[in-house]
């Protein structure tokens, strides 16, 4: 074997001169809040022109180009081509507009650069005071356990994976040692159509395969139907599978429905099954008094998985698990080898390693952006600004309704509104290209940028209000452009 060579020459990332650093901190700070205050003032989003994209095909660099050239090309090459998640105007997908707090607060986190696996250090702390405020507002038992995660897929995975491990208990199966082939049986998982597909893939990376997974059908307003639920549960009984977890989401992404917790609730009590609760955009609306009462029936589930960086602005990335039984939670993750031990005393001494309940060992510090700005803003503030973004879908569908171009698709519980250009004399096929033709137009304008989706096999615009520097007149903006595009390319 080569040895390497023995080289103790003192290099270091630290700055040679802390004060051409400092300077150089300063002025990324004055532009990254120049950036944030000018925000409205920028197109909603602009493509990448080819020079720039070809710019990133250049090679690894041996040699320094030092700090300011890096930040030069930063500026020009990424900065300037975002995908736009902070405009007043982005309106696809559900995305966090994040804050200038939250960037401060990320600068606070990166100084520490504390790995948040477990450990004795003030930072996991924060983190288990972060779940437990989580944990109150959901009025979920103090006793139940929870860690953060990258996002709500991670948190689906999660509590899914607590899932299967009680199911396999209860089937005298230890699944961490035998794996799905422990079972005799298939084993049958609940929700509803409009379910994510975060919940699809977690069974697939569990081995539970997705034709485990019961799609639902849902009535006019989007939710779950109880009556089909039962049915099929039976139906799988009858032939010889194991039913094992109904999954009810709070806040699709299509529509923003809400599934009937309280009565799925009953149902998992009743057959014997795990509740989960995918709650990744509407679980966070629990912190309004006014939107809370839509979610009754959460607080009963066995595990709920939501996000941070979705309805609570919170920059990314971050979302939660929660699950009510600790002990199972711990079962489900925990594998403590010799180099992971607990000590009585010292840095490796105390009882919370997040790791142990987690399928990430090394871990960023999430909690922190929440921690301080549940402290600058205080809880109701987060409420009102949910609130404000379901008051101005309200506005938006109204809007819609007055104007006899468009229809609107579906019901608007939360902050999502979904809806459609219409020309009567047009087939459903040319209506679905046209409204497809206008989304791409808006957003290639810089205009605002509206997703797509189906909503009973038509194509439609979908708008989520989930930015709190959205105002009526940018709602204006969506809706005039949508008119004007559809007429002319109708003409
Ligand atoms: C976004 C979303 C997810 C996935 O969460 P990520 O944070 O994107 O991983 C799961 N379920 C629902 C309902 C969602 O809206």
């Keep these: 074997m080569p040895e390497v060579p023995f080289i103790t020459g003192g290099e270091s990332l630290d700055p040679s001169d802390?004060?051409?650093?400092?300077?150089?901190?300063?002025?990324?700070?004055?532009?990254?809040?120049?950036?944030?205050?000018?925000?409205?003032?920028r197109p909603a989003w602009a493509s990448i022109p080819d020079d720039v994209r070809e710019s990133f095909s250049s090679p690894?660099?041996?040699q320094p180009e030092g700090a300011q050239q890096a930040y030069e090309d930063f500026k020009q090459t990424v900065l300037a081509y975002p995908l736009g998640d902070f405009h007043p105007r982005f309106f696809s997908w559900v995305n966090s507009p994040g804050s200038a707090a939250g960037m401060l607060a990320a600068l606070l986190t990166n100084a520490m650069n504390t790995n948040s696996g477990g450990a004795n250090h003030a930072a996991n702390l924060v983190e288990q005071q972060v779940i437990n405020w989580c944990k109150a507002f959901l009025d979920f038992p103090e006793t139940a356990s929870g860690v953060l995660t990258s996002g709500g897929s991670i948190a689906n995975l999660m509590g899914l994976a607590a899932a299967r491990h009680w199911a396999a208990k209860r089937a005298g199966v230890n699944v961490r040692k035998e794996g799905m082939q422990g079972f005799s049986q298939?084993?049958?998982?609940?929700?509803?159509s409009e379910a994510h597909s975060s919940v699809q893939r977690a069974l697939e990376a569990l081995g539970i395969g997705s034709d485990s997974l019961c799609a639902i059908p849902v009535n006019d307003n989007f939710e779950l139907d109880?009556?089909?639920?039962?049915?099929?549960?039976?139906?799988?009984?009858?032939?010889?599978?194991?039913?094992?977890?109904?999954?009810?989401?709070?806040?699709?992404?299509?529509?923003?429905?809400?599934?009937?917790?309280?009565?799925?609730?009953?149902?998992?009590?009743?057959e014997q099954l795990w509740f989960h609760v995918d709650g990744a955009v509407g679980a966070v609306g629990a912190l309004s008094p006014e939107i809370k009462p839509l979610l009754k029936g959460i607080e009963r589930a066995d595990s709920i998985a939501f996000d941070m960086h979705k309805w609570l602005f919170m920059n990314y990335s971050i979302g939660c698990v929660l699950i009510r039984d600790p002990a199972l939670h711990r079962?489900?993750?925990?594998?403590?080898?010799?180099?992971?031990?607990?000590?009585?005393?010292?840095?490796?001494?105390?009882d919370l390693?997040?790791?142990?309940?987690?399928?990430?060992?090394?871990?960023?510090?999430r909690a922190l952006k929440v921690w301080m700005l549940l402290k600058e803003f205080g809880s109701e503030k987060f409420g009102r600004l949910m609130l404000q973004t379901a008051g101005l879908a309200r506005y938006f569908a109204d809007?819609?309704?007055?104007?006899?171009?468009?229809?609107?698709?579906?019901?608007?519980?939360?902050?999502?509104?979904?809806?459609?250009?219409?020309?009567?004399?047009?087939?459903?096929?040319?209506?679905?290209?046209?409204?497809?033709?206008?989304?791409?137009?808006?957003?290639?304008?810089?205009?605002?940028?509206?997703?797509?989706?189906?909503?009973?096999?038509?194509?439609?615009?979908?708008?989520?209000?989930?930015n709190y520097r959205t105002?009526?007149?940018?709602?204006?903006?969506?809706?005039?452009?949508v008119v004007s595009i559809g007429k002319s390319l109708c003409e």
């Excluded at 993750?333 to 010292?346: D, I, N, Q, V, W």
């Design 353 to 365: 390693w997040f790791s142990e309940i987690s399928i990430e060992l090394t871990r960023e510090f």
């Design 471 to 481: 105002r009526r007149e940018d709602l204006d903006v969506l809706l005039q452009a």
């Design 399 to 466: 809007q819609i309704d007055q104007t006899p171009e468009l229809e609107r698709l579906a019901p608007v519980p939360l902050q999502i509104v979904v809806f459609r250009y219409i020309d009567p004399s047009l087939s459903e096929d040319a209506l679905n290209k046209v409204n497809s033709e206008i989304v791409m137009e808006i957003q290639e304008r810089g205009i605002a940028v509206s997703g797509t989706t189906v909503i009973h096999g038509k194509t439609a615009i979908r708008t989520s209000i989930n």
């Design 186 to 192: 298939r084993l049958r998982l609940y929700s509803s």
């Design 226 to 270: 109880l009556d089909a639920l039962l049915a099929a549960i039976q139906a799988d009984r009858d032939a010889g599978m194991l039913p094992f977890c109904v999954v009810g989401t709070s806040g699709t992404t299509n529509t923003g429905s809400i599934d009937p917790l309280d009565e799925i609730a009953d149902i998992c009590a009743r």
């Design 60 to 62: 690894m660099p041996a």
């Design 331 to 350: 079962e489900t993750f925990s594998l403590t080898p010799a180099y992971l031990k607990h000590a009585p005393r010292g840095t490796a001494s105390g």
């Design 18 to 41: 802390w004060s051409q650093t400092r300077t150089l901190a300063h002025q990324m700070m004055d532009d990254m809040l120049d950036f944030l205050q000018s925000i409205r003032e």
